[in-house]
């Protein structure tokens, strides 16, 4: 039984474990995860930039929230909470997403006034969301 044990540390030390849909590491630094995450939202957002001149905003928006919106939201309690500079390539696709969306151009000044606008979570706002909700909810179980 020990030696299961000692192989098991040994493999977590070397790769990523993927735990309930959550790559994590050794060092809980989350860049495997989270760069995970960015492939996947880029795949997205190929899809949708394909189809924005066929679709309207509203349709967009559902693409949006059905294939890029899940992926930030999932395991963010766990994630969410790492260094801005792992979690920056991450909010420079959910603004480049939301541009594509709003058909604006790259050197538009205020992207987080659109995700305002379109009524979307911020990377931030999300895991700021997160943390509100589960206080809430711990100091009302534990009345």
């Known amino acids: 039984m020990a030696l299961l044990w000692i192989k ?19 060092s809980l630094s989350w860049r495997y995860h989270l760069t995970h995450v960015n492939n996947k939202i880029s795949r997205a957002l190929y899809g949708i930039k394909q189809v924005k001149n066929f679709l309207p905003k509203d349709s967009l928006k559902t693409l949006y929230l059905a294939f890029i919106q899940p992926y930030i939201s999932y395991g963010i309690f766990s994630w969410g909470n790492t260094n801005i500079s792992t979690l920056k390539k991450t909010i420079s696709l959910q603004k480049r997403a939301i541009r594509i969306i709003n058909n604006t151009g790259y050197n538009y000044p205020k992207s987080l006034d659109l995700l305002t606008c379109m009524f979307i979570k911020s990377v931030c706002s999300c895991m700021i969301l997160l943390i509100r909700n589960f206080l809430i909810l711990s100091i009302a179980c534990s009345v």
């Open 8 to 26: 098991l540390a040994l493999n977590f030390k070397r790769n990523p474990t993927k735990f309930l849909g959550v790559f994590v590491d050794d």
